[in-house]
């Protein structure tokens, strides 16, 4: 049973850059959630996608966005990239909301993206 | 609005040690709390997690904490710990089960020693 797969696992991209990052969820799970992790820092939430539309938004500018595939899996767009977007973003997938209240969220290795 | 404060950035421990990772939290609402796991190059890895009753929370590899309403505080601790606990370790909370957005603190590095 395939956990939760990134990709790529490391990209190297220039300041105005465009990049976009892939996940598969779990097996079984529709819900998928992005983080951003600066060096040293803890994951902050950037957005839920579930049903194909993003339900929940954290403190992140617009040029973050986002998309959900029919077949669960999800894509992050960053636009008109920055030093400061320098980080490992992670996805994390769980099962559908109001099922299964213990399920717990399901973390993917993360995406390495470094901004020059 | 939610934080998480986890008061320590690094923590030593001599292997066999006991050791504690300490989390306070805030919130205006019910709380679920979560404690995560790092290894250098992973993703997260769910240790344990309080969502209602019992106070005292098992989770996997023999760790183990407590949530304390009263001093919004979820501390991770562990009898005796190994090389391979050696990680990085996040706090999180949640206003839910945790299937929306995780609040986490900043984590703390064990590094265990021989």
């Known amino acids: 049973d395939a956990g939760v797969t990134q990709s790529p696992t490391h990209l190297i991209k220039t300041r105005g850059q465009q990049v976009t990052l892939r996940c598969s969820p779990k097996s079984g799970h529709d819900t998928v959630s992005w983080y951003q992790q600066a060096l040293g820092q803890g994951p902050q939430f950037i957005f839920q996608?579930?049903?194909?539309?993003?339900?929940q938004r954290g403190n992140f500018p617009d040029r973050f966005s986002g998309h959900q595939f029919p077949n669960y899996s999800s894509e992050l767009n960053v636009n008109a990239l920055l030093l400061g977007d320098s980080a490992l973003y992670l996805c994390?997938?769980?099962?559908?909301?109001?099922?299964?209240?213990?399920?717990?969220?399901?973390f993917g290795n993360g995406t390495r993206l470094t901004v020059t | 609005a939610q934080s998480v404060t986890q008061l320590d950035s690094q923590v030593p421990v001599f292997e066999e040690a006991p050791v504690e990772l300490r989390c306070n939290y805030s919130?205006?609402?019910?709380?679920?709390l979560f404690w995560y796991v790092q290894y250098p190059n992973q993703g997260l890895q769910l240790l344990l997690k309080?969502?209602?009753?019992?106070?005292l929370v098992k989770g996997i590899n023999g760790f183990e904490a407590e949530f304390n309403k009263s001093q919004t505080s979820f501390h991770l601790r562990k009898p005796s710990v190994h090389i391979s606990d050696t990680a990085e370790y996040f706090c999180a909370v949640s206003g839910d089960t945790g299937r929306r957005a995780l609040t986490f603190g900043s984590g703390t590095r064990l590094q265990v020693q021989p």
């Open positions: 309080y969502l209602s009753g019992s106070t």
């Open positions: 919130s205006s609402v019910s709380v679920y």
């Open positions: 994390a997938s769980s099962a559908r909301q109001g099922a299964n209240l213990n399920s717990p969220l399901h």
């Open positions: 996608y579930y049903e194909e539309e993003e339900r």
